[in-house]
């Protein structure tokens, strides 16, 4: 009999094992080492206490690691990742795990329930509607080859100039946002691993009028932006292939921008990148 059991005495070990099982035919397959994997659910903000598993015996054959933090000025659980190994699937799992989980959430007085879901995984979509969840947002996904790309020269225009390693003042960047960062690209998740990161800002008089944000390790970049009054100036572009420059990763990312902002598509269209399939941001009230 499979049994529906919080994740606090399971190891990570265990966890990694069973997710990279559940997400090797994914509709955008998913293996990582472990210490990508335990990055990974950190930045996140993977709290054991409030996730859960299906156990076979004593073998982890289904998963939803939830992440705990504040967003929008709410407590809420963000979904890290569900998943269920393929022999199990339909049988429920993934329903029964959710409902566990809603019921745990309530009473740790979380007040609303965030996740992510591929727009093309309909069996999800179904699920999570019929649980309540409701659709907040629709995100572009882009992930390219370094040498796929079409960098431009990261020299800026004259008068501009790079400042690296920057202090990261909150109150003011936010001001240059066009849209809010989803969870996993959230100012709490950068805080929570800041030695993972590099911040390069773009210095005007003496002034930081845009920044970048790159993870090294894995070329994501959770963050560009650039004051209003300065756009379309190609400080973008520069920015973007400066920060690239960084990276350690043969694949440059920026995952999860709104796809309502069209100046976004149009800029990494311009840079070589394809759109990927995309994500639905999804909030259930608790």
């Not at 994914?26 to 996140?44: A, K």
């Not at 998963?63 to 049988?91: C, H, M």
């Not at 911040?199 to 959770?222: A, L, R, V, W």
């Not at 190609?234 to 990276?247: D, G």
């Amino acid at each position: 009999m499979i049994e529906i059991k919080q994740l606090s005495n399971t190891s990570i070990e265990a966890i990694y094992h069973s997710f990279n099982r559940a997400f090797e035919d994914y509709v955008e397959p998913v293996q990582m080492t472990l210490s990508q994997f335990q990055h990974m659910i950190e930045r996140r903000g993977y709290n054991a206490e409030i996730s859960f598993g299906a156990f076979d015996g004593g073998e982890l054959v289904g998963f939803t690691l939830n992440g705990q933090g504040s967003w929008q000025g709410i407590e809420t659980a963000y979904d890290t990742g569900t998943g269920i190994i393929k022999r199990y699937r339909k049988q429920g799992l993934a329903t029964r795990i959710l409902e566990e989980s809603l019921e745990l959430l309530r009473k740790k007085g979380i007040r609303q329930y965030l996740l992510e879901v591929i727009k093309t995984n309909t069996k999800a979509l179904d699920l999570y509607r019929k649980a309540g969840f409701n659709v907040t947002r629709e995100f572009d996904y882009f992930v390219e080859s370094y040498t796929e790309l079409d960098l431009p020269d990261p020299v800026l225009p004259i008068s501009y100039e790079y400042r690296e390693n920057i202090r990261i003042d909150w109150d003011r960047f936010r001001q240059f946002w066009a849209f809010e960062p989803s969870w996993q690209n959230s100012i709490e998740s950068i805080n929570r691993k800041p030695d993972a990161f590099k911040t390069i800002g773009i210095q005007f008089n003496k002034q930081i009028i845009g920044y970048g944000i790159i993870e090294p390790e894995s070329g994501d970049i959770p963050q560009l932006c650039i004051q209003p009054e300065y756009r379309k100036r190609k400080l973008a572009s520069a920015l973007f292939a400066k920060l690239t420059t960084h990276s350690k990763s043969d694949k440059i990312k920026m995952i999860n921008t709104q796809s309502s902002y069209l100046p976004q598509q149009d800029f990494m269209s311009s840079l070589g990148f394809s759109t990927g399939i995309g994500q639905l941001e999804m909030v259930r009230k608790l």
